[in-house]
């Protein structure tokens, strides 16, 4: 292990060499909002919420990507973040059809709870309103793609924890949508385990479970640290 | 020194957001004693005043009827309020957008009607082609989203406003409940 | 080594014999995309069966690579008389004549000696295109083909091309523009105990770009010639050529070229007799812009959905199947024979001090001589629009000209005497980008110019990341909106807010660069979005302003 002394938030702190400014970050209680990263899955930096600002660097940078560097000065904050990380949630809401009060996900939403710590209080962007299919052909589960924001946990956990696979992303652009199989239908997949881990690491209501309620609808994701350190004892 | 005015609006909604404000109980009379509720769905006025110090709006803008009202009601107003989901982002009305009105009404009427299904020419308002928010279609001073906002945040609001001041809602904000 | 020789020896004879009356002429017919798109390949048999009855030898009429012309399509050219004979038509006894007849020493075509499309470019990339035949390597080898490759495998150490790309001060001609010797230095120190990788780049997808194509499709030989060098200075034995499907002239030739250089022994294991390998193989993709992005070009190589990554770790250090990898574009890698051959201070030499060199434009849109230009960098734009290009259609006015395509940006008339480098053009809010250089005369309006570019972004985004995904969508939205006439006033501002999160949070160069077509049209052509919002016209006549809204 080697460490990296580096300055968060004019504060200094001190990781290892390999881990991401996010980590760093988090160990020393400063908040960096966050939706396709999930603890035990690896990181594709790809919702942007997470850009931190690297002095000395002429862009931003994902926090849950980037290696802490000795002696860097990383600002988690600012009103310039700030605005960004707001239009991103509020393209999201734009992007599919997202309607808080009847989704299975209500109050336990990472993108409803993204857009109340952000302080959104309307959408000034048009909605995209896109014509989008409810896959329900699982015995168990369904995917509806209106509340889907690609972040991409489903086909990760799917991938490197289940290690089946049965999730990928199709199209591109606003054409995207995560497809089991190759396009067939969910409930033909003959990949899937029905373990569920996708629904447990879907951070809006996109994916769930057939016949709970609101408050069933809880996700339990501490189960991937776990999983992942029992993986790496046995290799 | 004259007492403020107070009016409530109901558009394309379930009244819910109402319901939250009646939830308000005693401060109510809180309220009451600082402004003078001059137009609502619980009261029996039934002109909107030449003007009104602030409006809270429910719903959604779904049809003609609600064109027209939103825009009458925003020319005598002073502070408007969207109040709830449905007017700050049109919420459930608004999940007929990517399919149109006609699907819609094809729905309601036709499809789900056992005996003389056809549909309503007369009495139901014209659809807009899309149910749109409150401030898409005119201007708004402060937005109160949630489905409903609770009565706590609702008091806040008004307290806020009849004090002099606009509230900052961001601190609050939550879509849903 | 020898076999290289005997085969120049085979190949010179029948050169060596020429006809009585003077050196023999040839006629070139140009068989690169654009001509053979107008059938030149039948150009090509009408001449030579016309030859042929005339007594010429088969060595008369030749099948080349892009002579560089394209309006002029298909188009024959006698090098050996400076003349060029445009839109040769095989289905026309008196066009055909006039080529053969020339041959044979009447006059005919177009002078080539003092037109300025041919005279002020200056050739390196292309000296052998329109000269050999691009599916015989015997010919490439004839005009010093592989001559870089031999010298260097068998009597260069790793570190003297490296010292010599590094004092050309060649850059990345793939847009960006960062220094070749630098990246290959990068490459060439990371340790690569599991093998390196060398990268063609020749994913080309600007619209109106087709330098990396013609290039393939002419010189094939000179690329793979690149790649080896390349290969040999950082210590690579596997390289891969990334190409759109939508290039199949460009992969056939490759095939074609591959296999002839392996058969030679100048690919393969033991190139030119030595213990130094280097294998290539294309890769197909399937035709998505972002492809072009390096990581998502070595995604699609690794068999994976071709979508970028962030970097770092760069491709240098850990690219190709996590292994150091070289990723270079088709030109920068068909610079190196001749930078090798006569050294980087040759090269130093050409261009100007930062963006030394030459760099070849696809020349399009609304100026008289479109096609393919080879210049030295650092000439004004005026130059290749007005001499080069020779002007505008019809004498119209001219308005802008966009480079670097969906990443680039629109310069307009007051920049004319600009020189075109990388600084001059970044400082002008545009950028080099691979090479598509886009004319646009008083027809054209530039809010719809930006909304063309903003859809084509769109369409390729990966989806990957949120503000490129949705961002360019709304941008688009936007921009659609002003065209169609229902522009409010606080438009402009949103869409350069937008513009400015688009840049600054997008994932890759892709998302980063979308939004710069508008930027740049904002800068210079703000008026024409105010008249759009504020007056419901559009002073072009190109938008539809289909609304009428006025309230």
């Known amino acids: 292990m080697s460490v990296r002394t580096l300055v968060i938030n004019g504060k200094d702190v001190a990781g290892d060499a390999d881990q991401t400014i996010l980590e760093v970050a988090r160990e020393n209680s400063i908040h960096i909002p966050t939706l396709c990263h999930l603890k035990g899955l690896s990181d594709v930096g790809a919702c942007r919420l997470c850009v931190v600002e690297v002095a000395g660097v002429n862009k931003l940078l994902a926090a849950c990507v980037t290696k802490v560097e000795e002696g860097m000065s990383v600002v988690t904050d600012s009103p310039t973040l700030h605005d960004y990380r707001r239009t991103i949630i509020e393209m999201l809401f734009m992007e599919r059809n997202h309607v808080c009060s009847v989704c299975v996900a209500n109050n336990h939403c990472e993108l409803q709870d993204a857009a109340k710590e952000l302080g959104l209080t309307h959408f000034d962007l048009p909605p995209l309103e896109p014509v989008v299919e409810v896959d329900a052909s699982h015995e168990r589960f369904v995917i509806d793609h209106n509340r889907c924001i690609l972040c991409t946990r489903c086909v990760r956990v799917c991938d490197e924890i289940e290690e089946a696979h049965t999730w990928d992303v199709f199209d591109r652009g606003a054409g995207c949508r995560v497809i089991t199989d190759m396009g067939t239908p969910w409930g033909e997949s003959r990949t899937c385990t029905s373990c569920g881990k996708c629904v447990q690491v879907c951070p809006t209501g996109a994916l769930f479970e057939k016949g709970r309620s609101v408050a069933e609808a809880k996700h339990r994701r501490r189960f991937l640290p776990y999983l992942r350190a029992l993986e790496q004892d046995q290799q | ?177 | 080594m020898t076999d290289v020789k005997d085969r120049e020896q085979d190949l010179d004879r029948p050169e060596a014999q020429p006809e009585a009356g003077g050196p023999r002429a040839c006629a070139h017919v140009c068989e690169a995309a654009g001509c053979m798109s107008l059938n030149a390949d039948q150009v090509f048999e009408a001449l030579r069966e016309r030859a042929t009855e005339r007594g010429l030898a088969d060595t008369a009429v030749k099948r080349v690579g892009c002579l560089r012309l394209c309006v002029a399509g298909p188009v024959v050219e006698i090098p050996e008389r400076g003349l060029l004979f445009e839109a040769v038509d095989p289905s026309s006894p008196e066009s055909i004549d006039s080529v053969i007849n020339a041959l044979q020493g009447s006059e005919g075509g177009r002078s080539t000696a003092d037109d300025p499309f041919f005279a002020r470019q200056v050739r390196i990339v292309l000296a052998n295109s329109g000269v050999i035949d691009p599916e015989d390597i015997d010919d490439y080898v004839a005009h010093g083909g592989y001559e870089a490759l031999t010298q260097t495998v068998t009597s260069k150490k790793p570190e003297e091309i490296l010292e010599e790309v590094v004092r050309s001060g060649l850059r990345g001609r793939g847009g960006a523009g960062y220094p070749t010797g630098l990246k290959w230095r990068t490459v060439a120190k990371s340790s690569g105990a599991e093998g390196k990788y060398v990268i063609c780049n020749a994913d080309e997808g600007d619209p109106g770009a087709f330098m990396d194509r013609s290039v393939l499709e002419s010189v094939p030989q000179q690329v793979l010639e690149g790649m080896a060098i390349a290969a040999y200075a950082v210590g690579a034995s596997q390289g891969y050529i990334y190409v759109r499907a939508e290039y199949p002239l460009a992969v056939k030739r490759l095939r074609l070229a591959i296999r002839q250089a392996e058969r030679s022994g100048l690919l393969g294991a033991n190139i030119a007799e030595t213990a130094f390998g280097f294998h290539v193989d294309i890769r197909i993709g399937a035709g998505a812009f972002v492809c072009g992005e390096e990581t998502a070009l070595i995604a699609s190589i690794e068999g994976r959905r071709g979508t970028p990554r962030p970097r770092p770790p760069f491709p240098a250090q850990s690219g190709l199947w996590a292994r150091p990898t070289l990723i270079n574009n088709v030109e920068t890698l068909a610079s190196i024979p001749s930078i090798v051959r006569n050294g980087g201070d040759w090269y130093r030499a050409i261009g100007t001090e930062k963006s030394p060199g030459t760099k070849v434009f696809a020349l399009a849109g609304r100026v008289v001589n479109t096609g393919l230009i080879e210049v030295p960098m650092g000439v004004k734009l005026r130059d290749i629009v007005f001499d080069i290009g020779g002007g505008i259609i019809g004498g119209a006015k001219f308005k802008a000209v966009q480079t670097g395509g969906p990443s680039g940006g629109c310069i307009p008339a007051d920049d004319l005497d600009m020189p075109v480098d990388y600084e001059s053009l970044a400082q002008a809010g545009s950028i080099m980008g691979s090479g598509g250089m886009i004319v646009m005369d008083e027809t054209s309006c530039m809010v719809d110019v930006a909304k063309y570019f903003m859809d084509f972004c769109k369409d390729e985004s990966c989806g990957k990341c949120v503000p490129c995904r949705v961002g360019t969508v709304q941008l688009h939205g936007l921009l659609d909106k002003i065209t169609r006439g229902e522009g409010e006033p606080g438009d402009l501002d949103t869409l350069e807010r937008l513009a400015v999160m688009v840049k600054s949070t997008s994932l890759c160069g892709l998302g980063q660069s979308a939004p710069n077509p508008v930027f740049s049209t904002l800068r210079y052509f703000r008026d024409e979005y105010v008249s759009h919002i504020e007056d419901r016209v559009c002073p072009a006549g190109v938008c539809p302003m289909t609304s009428s809204v006025a309230s």
């Open chain 2, 1 to 177: 020194m004259t007492k403020a005015t107070l009016a409530t609006v109901w558009l394309d909604g379930c009244s819910g957001c109402h319901m939250s404000f009646l939830d308000m109980d005693e401060r109510l009379l809180d309220v009451a004693a600082r402004a003078d509720l001059v137009y609502s769905p619980l009261v029996d006025v039934k002109e909107f005043p030449a003007m009104v110090d602030v409006t809270l709006v429910e719903g959604a803008v779904s049809s003609e009827d609600d064109l027209e009202k939103i825009r009458m009601v925003r020319a005598h107003t002073r502070i408007l309020v969207s109040l709830g989901d449905c007017a700050v982002t049109a919420n459930v009305p608004g999940m007929r957008n990517p399919y149109g009105p006609g699907p819609l009404l094809q729905r309601a009427y036709i499809e789900n009607v056992t005996i003389n299904a056809q549909l309503p020419s007369q009495v139901v308002p014209k659809l807009l082609a899309k149910s749109r928010p409150v401030h898409k279609v005119v201007d708004v001073d402060v937005f109160l989203p949630g489905c409903p906002p609770s009565a706590d945040q609702i008091f806040w609001v008004v307290d806020e406003l009849l004090a002099g001041r606009i509230p900052d809602t961001a601190k609050m904000s939550r879509f849903g409940t």
